[in-house]
């Protein structure tokens, strides 16, 4: 089946902006409150939501096997379990009717009224219900910058690392959408200056500039998948700011990994940007050496992105400032062979399941994915617009991550991950 909604000459009847994130040609998946407290699923195209439940009520994706509640639901995981052969028709019929040629909604204003909001009118809900949440890190700039950070330039880079794709499994419950706050966590940890641990608020508060994948249902237990079907599996991409603090992860990490100082937050953009969508900006990601074992090695090319990402921190004052340009193409391990280890011993990957990269630095130090790099292990201090200086974050800074892809037809974005830092939570006595 063509995915025809990815023709680049394609133009849409709503008026948008050039140049914005959401052309006629991305048409990603959300979930929103109208101010009317309707929850609904929806797609976005330019500066205007628009709601499914009401589309698919009216009749607009007549011919397409789809139960009729499938849209108003405040997840998408029942869509996402109905697999890519759905996604694509649906995709495909939204891109039809809001073709500047077709008159079938166009030329209906009773139904435009019921189905089409302007984006200051929603507020954006968490997209999917996160059964589990995979952090992988497959960045061998970062794996290798917080190895030398940590243990020395000698043994950066540990002997599993260049054989398989690294992860823990992260915490589920505190994936929060772009626009929630979060409190400063506290937590144990060991200062420079004290012989013993102490608990209190982080004084390390750091980003991780990812982006995550959201699967459908992949396998049964005890069934690994194949290399060449695991792409099948995945519904689409979000950025993703995995929240850490430096402080109590130094502390914890050894010898199980990642806990108290990572599963406070994550951070997700709201609309979830297809891989259908995303298939014109395919590229080749690093050349791997050694040859990964046979049941990583993928048998065709083009297996990874070229998504551009940017990071600011936006003071109180408004001011953004720009910490880091990176690009999701500069990951060693792609999302299929992420997704194929992370089965191959049978574990079971659900529709709703969330599988974050790992922090995504580049080769210079300008594209650095977190300020333990960018600061290199608090060395250089980040100076602002404001004249202040960061070597982590400070209460009521503002994080925006952004993404998009470019080439010389079209551009699509995934627009912005966004969290506010707030104070530590002290419980009044
Ligand atoms: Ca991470």
Not at 3 to 22: E, H, M, Q, V, Y
Not at 171 to 198: D, K, L
Not at 244 to 266: C, H, M, N, T, V
Request: glycine share 8%; aromatic share 10%; with cysteine.
């Amino acid at each position: 089946m063509k995915i025809l909604a990815n023709n680049p000459s394609k133009k849409t009847w709503l008026d948008i902006d050039k140049g914005s994130d959401f052309p006629i040609q991305n048409i990603p998946f959300g979930v929103f409150i109208t101010k009317d407290d309707i929850i609904t699923i929806g797609t976005r195209i330019g500066e205007y939501a628009i709601d499914l439940g009401a589309f698919h009520q009216l009749g607009y994706f007549n011919g397409i096997p789809l139960t009729d509640d499938i849209f108003m639901q405040d997840s998408l995981n029942d869509f996402i379990s109905d697999g890519r052969k759905t996604w694509r028709l649906v995709r495909n019929r939204i891109s039809e009717v809001f073709d500047a040629e077709n008159p079938i909604l166009r030329d209906n204003m009773a139904h435009r009224g019921i189905i089409i909001f302007d984006m200051n009118e929603i507020e954006m809900l968490l997209p999917i219900y996160v059964g589990d949440y995979t952090d992988f890190y497959s960045s061998k700039e970062h794996a290798t910058n917080v190895g030398e950070i940590f243990r020395g330039k000698d043994n950066a880079l540990m002997p599993n690392w260049l054989h398989m794709p690294i992860g823990y499994h992260g915490r589920a419950s505190s994936i929060v959408v772009s626009g929630t706050s979060i409190r400063r966590p506290s937590g144990q940890m060991m200062n420079s200056s004290s012989e013993s641990p102490v608990f209190g608020p982080t004084q390390k508060l750091d980003m991780e500039i990812e982006m995550a994948f959201i699967t459908t249902d992949v396998n049964n237990l005890g069934e690994p998948i194949a290399i060449e079907e695991a792409n099948e599996y995945i519904f689409g991409m979000v950025l993703f700011n995995d929240w850490s603090a430096r402080d109590i992860q130094k502390w914890e990490y050894a010898p199980l990994g990642p806990f108290l100082g990572k599963s406070f937050a994550s951070t997700i953009s709201p609309w979830i940007v297809t891989m259908d969508a995303l298939e014109p900006f395919k590229c080749e990601g690093p050349v791997q050496t050694p040859e990964p074992l046979s049941y990583l090695k993928h048998k065709k090319n083009g297996n990874s992105f070229d998504i551009k990402l940017q990071a600011f921190l936006e003071t109180k004052n408004g001011d953004a400032n720009l910490l880091s340009e990176t690009n999701f193409k500069h990951l060693y391990w792609t999302m299929g062979q992420q997704l194929t280890h992370h089965t191959s011993n049978g574990c079971n990957v659900k529709a709703g399941d969330l599988m974050g990269s790992g922090t995504i630095s580049g080769p210079t130090k300008e594209s650095y994915g977190s300020m333990l790099e960018l600061t290199w292990g608090s060395k250089n201090a980040i100076t602002l617009k404001d004249g202040s200086t960061r070597l982590f974050f400070d209460d009521n800074d503002k994080v925006i991550i952004r993404g998009y892809c470019q080439n010389k037809e079209a551009s699509i974005g995934f627009g912005e991950c966004t969290t506010k830092i707030l104070p530590t939570f002290n419980r009044k006595k």
